[in-house]
C-alpha cells in the first residue's frame, strides 16, 4: 500500500471531508496541516496550484476532494465503501455530493468568513489549530496580510454574503427534504453523499470534538447565525452523522 500524506488546512470543511473519507476507511496517513496563505508557495512547487486538500499518494499528487474520494474509491476497493451498490443510488448519491460541495461548501464558508474575519483573536485561534510554534509566531505577525487576501480571494462582502445566505438557504432546505425516514440521503446505508453533506456542515453544526465544537472565542455573531439554524432537521441530522459514522 502506498504511502498517504494530506496536505491541509484543519479549519477547512473540505479536508475535514477527507479526514473522514480516511478514517472511515481505515487508512493510515499523515497529515501536513498549514495555514491559509502561507501555503501557496509550497503547493505550487508541489502541484503547480494553490488548492488543498492535496492527497499525496505514493508518487501521485490528487487535488480537489471529489477527485480524492473518487482515487479513494478506485485504488482501495477492499476498503469500506462509500459508494452505493445499486447503480442510480451511487448516480443520485455523486449528484447530491455535487450539489453539496458548490452550493453549501462555497456559500456556508463565505457566510461564515463574514462573521469572523473582523475578529482577529476568533481567526488566530482557527488558523493556528495544530501548528507549531514557529508557525503560529508567523501567522501572528502575517495576520492583517492574510485576512486581507482572504477576503479578496473568497469575494467577503456585504452583497456576497446576501447572495451566498440565500443560495446556502435553498441548499438547505433541498438537505432537508432528502433526508430519509432511515436517516440516509440514498438508499439504506451511509454513503459519500452523507458524509459530504455533513462535513461541510460542521463549521456550523460544530459537532463534539470538531475544531469548531472547541472554539474559546468563537465571536457572537457567527454563534448567533449558526444557533439560527439548531431547530432545522439537517441539524440534528449532521449530528447523527457524526455520532454513528465519525
Not at 508541489?46 to 474509491?73: D, H
Not at 476497493?77 to 462555497?106: H, M, Q, S, V
Not at 507549531?132 to 462582502?157: A, W
Request: glycine letters at 4%.
Amino acid at each position: 500500500m502506498p504511502s498517504l500524506k494530506l496536505y491541509e488546512f484543519p479549519v477547512s470543511h473540505y479536508c475535514e471531508k477527507i479526514r473522514w473519507a480516511l478514517d472511515y476507511k481505515q487508512l493510515k496517513y499523515t497529515r501536513v496541516c498549514m495555514v491559509p496563505v502561507l501555503h501557496v508557495p509550497r503547493m505550487l512547487l508541489l502541484t503547480r496550484q494553490t488548492q488543498v486538500p492535496m492527497l499525496e499518494m505514493g508518487q501521485l499528487r490528487i487535488t480537489n476532494s471529489p477527485r480524492i474520494l473518487a482515487k479513494l474509491e478506485e485504488y482501495f476497493i477492499e476498503r469500506p465503501t462509500l459508494l452505493p451498490e445499486d447503480n442510480e443510488y451511487c448516480r443520485k448519491a455523486l449528484e447530491l455530493c455535487a450539489d453539496f460541495d458548490k452550493n453549501i461548501g462555497i456559500h456556508l464558508r463565505r457566510v461564515a468568513y463574514f462573521h469572523i474575519l473582523p475578529h482577529q483573536r476568533s481567526v488566530l485561534e482557527l488558523l493556528s489549530a495544530e501548528q507549531s510554534p514557529l508557525s503560529r509566531k508567523v501567522l501572528q505577525f502575517s495576520l492583517p496580510t492574510i485576512v486581507k487576501t482572504m477576503r479578496k480571494g473568497m469575494g467577503i462582502n456585504p452583497a456576497n454574503y446576501s447572495k451566498s445566505l440565500d443560495k446556502f438557504n435553498q441548499a438547505v432546505d433541498r438537505l432537508d427534504e432528502h433526508i430519509q425516514s432511515n436517516g440516509y440521503l440514498v438508499g439504506n446505508e451511509f454513503s459519500i453523499a452523507d458524509l459530504t453533506a455533513a462535513a461541510l456542515l460542521s463549521p456550523l453544526v460544530r459537532p463534539t470534538g470538531t475544531l469548531y465544537a472547541n472554539l474559546q472565542h468563537a465571536p457572537k455573531e457567527f454563534l448567533a447565525f449558526c444557533d439560527g439554524y439548531s431547530k432545522r432537521p439537517f441539524f440534528g441530522w449532521v449530528q447523527s452523522m457524526y455520532q454513528k459514522h465519525r
